[in-house]
T-cell receptor
Framework: DTEVTQTPKHLVMGMTNKKSLKCEQH?????MYWYKQKAKKPPELMFV???????INESVPSRFSPECPNSSLLNLHLHALQPEDSALYLC??????????????????FGPGTRLTVL | AQSVTQLDSHVSVSEGTPVLLRCNYS??????LFWYVQHPNKGLQLLLK??????LVKGINGFEAEFKKSETSFHLTKPSAHMSDAAEYFC??????????FGTGTRLKVLA
């Protein structure tokens, strides 16, 4: 299995709703990522989990709450979002390896994304 | 600071003609560089990567890229464009273990 799956594909929510995005991979990757992508822009990193521990939080507002229940699953819990949070949310995963020079080189595998609309 | 610059925001080619998408990176002793493609409302798909091995890298769907240290470039090419190549293309480099630095993207349009 060489793919990252995300559910749901589309999500419409009000500003008072609570919802969750889900991401799953079975490639044995130990790093998992959440990105936010606005139209005509590159993805922006939000969170990184490495070995199920939060490694990077790119100063994301607390209305976004990530969770990594196990090495294959990644969730993003959403609460009290704003209309400007509407975007494509991408999940990705990768190995955590280095080449002989000690440099990381692992490509990230992306899921198809969840298109989120906040009303 | 490490950076990636995609020199063209839009490129238009006719079907069957060569494709050149340009990417320059800020100088680094050993960058890991990637090209991704994104079709509308889809995730990013890896086309190819450079990781200090061969300087000419072959990828999927007939794409290839050449790493030129003297020019700090990693341009993406394809000999003959197909209609299905129309998409957004992102050049990226790794900064540390996890962080991608993305270019701003190049939208490729293929004319019939």
């Amino acid at each position: 299995d060489t793919e990252v799956t995300q559910t749901p594909k589309h999500l419409v929510m009000g500003m008072t709703n609570k919802k969750s995005l889900k991401c799953e991979q079975h490639m044995g990757h130990r790093a998992m990522y959440w990105y936010k992508q606005k139209a005509k822009k590159p993805p922006e990193l939000m969170f990184v989990y490495s070995y199920e521990k939060l490694s990077i939080n790119e100063s994301v507002p607390s209305r976004f709450s990530p969770e990594c229940p196990n090495s294959s699953l990644l969730n993003l819990h959403l609460h009290a979002l704003q209309p400007e949070d509407s975007a494509l949310y991408l999940c990705a995963s990768s190995h955590v390896l280095a080449n002989p020079l000690g440099n990381a080189y692992n490509e990230q595998f992306f899921g198809p994304g969840t298109r989120l609309t906040v009303l | 600071a490490q950076s990636v610059t995609q020199l063209d925001s839009h490129v238009s080619v006719s079907e069957g003609t060569p494709v050149l998408l340009r990417c320059n990176y800020s100088s680094s002793y050993s960058p890991s560089l990637f090209w991704y493609v994104q079709h509308p409302n889809k995730g990013l798909q890896l086309l190819l990567k450079y990781t200090s091995a061969a300087t000419l890298v072959k990828g999927i769907n007939g794409f290839e890229a050449e790493f030129k240290k003297s020019e700090t470039s990693f341009h993406l090419t394809k000999p003959s464009a197909h209609m299905s190549d129309a998409a957004e293309y992102f050049c990226a480099r790794l900064s540390g273990t996890y962080k991608y630095i993305f270019g701003t993207g190049t939208r490729l349009k293929v004319l019939a």
